[in-house]
């Protein structure tokens, strides 16, 4: 019995999916938002808003029982870790192709940005302390302002003078 316990454990922990599958998984959901925002280009600074939700809405459509608001958070999470890399890449572009005080504007805004991001998203779970929604919440909060200012900055850049 106890190497049947022991050889259940060790399945538990070698057939869990390793770092490959994780970047393998990344890169699919990474690949469905590019694809939404090439899509909606023309959208100018509300490219990202139809794309919000691709990744996490169908993660938390399997979300069952009393475990359903650890996975909706943990839904929103994965999709806002797109979105920062997402939004980091457009804020490479600008450090890479525009004029320096054009890029140090960015760096300002960017960093109000994200204290008004925290601050706002805060709010929610806040406002529903004792109540388990709020965490959900507050991370669909994340994910969507993170998406929006994707939306914003591949806008800027676009229309935004190089060199």
Not at 12 to 26: K, L, N, T
Not at 31 to 56: F, H, R, Y
Not at 76 to 83: D, I, K, V
Not at 134 to 156: D, I, K, N, Y
Request: proline share 6%.
């Amino acid at each position: 019995m106890r190497l049947f316990v022991i050889g259940i454990l060790a399945l538990m922990v070698f057939a869990r999916p390793g770092p490959a599958a994780a970047d393998a998984q990344f890169d699919a959901d990474l690949a469905i938002l590019t694809a939404c925002l090439a899509d909606n280009a023309g959208k100018g600074a509300e490219q990202a808003a139809p794309c919000v939700g691709l990744v996490s809405e169908p993660c938390i459509g399997k979300a069952i029982g009393g475990e359903a608001l650890d996975i909706a958070v943990a839904c929103h999470e994965r999709e806002t870790a797109l979105w920062d890399h997402l939004l980091n890449l457009v804020y490479d572009d600008f450090r890479q192709d525009t004029a320096p005080d054009v890029f140090t504007a960015l760096r300002d805004a960017q960093r109000a940005w994200i204290a008004f991001r925290d601050a706002d998203c805060a709010f929610p779970r806040a406002a529903f302390y004792d109540f388990p929604e709020g965490r959900p919440v507050a991370s669909a909060c994340l994910q969507a302002h993170t998406a929006r200012r994707v939306g914003e900055l591949r806008h800027f850049f676009d229309v935004t003078p190089k060199g």
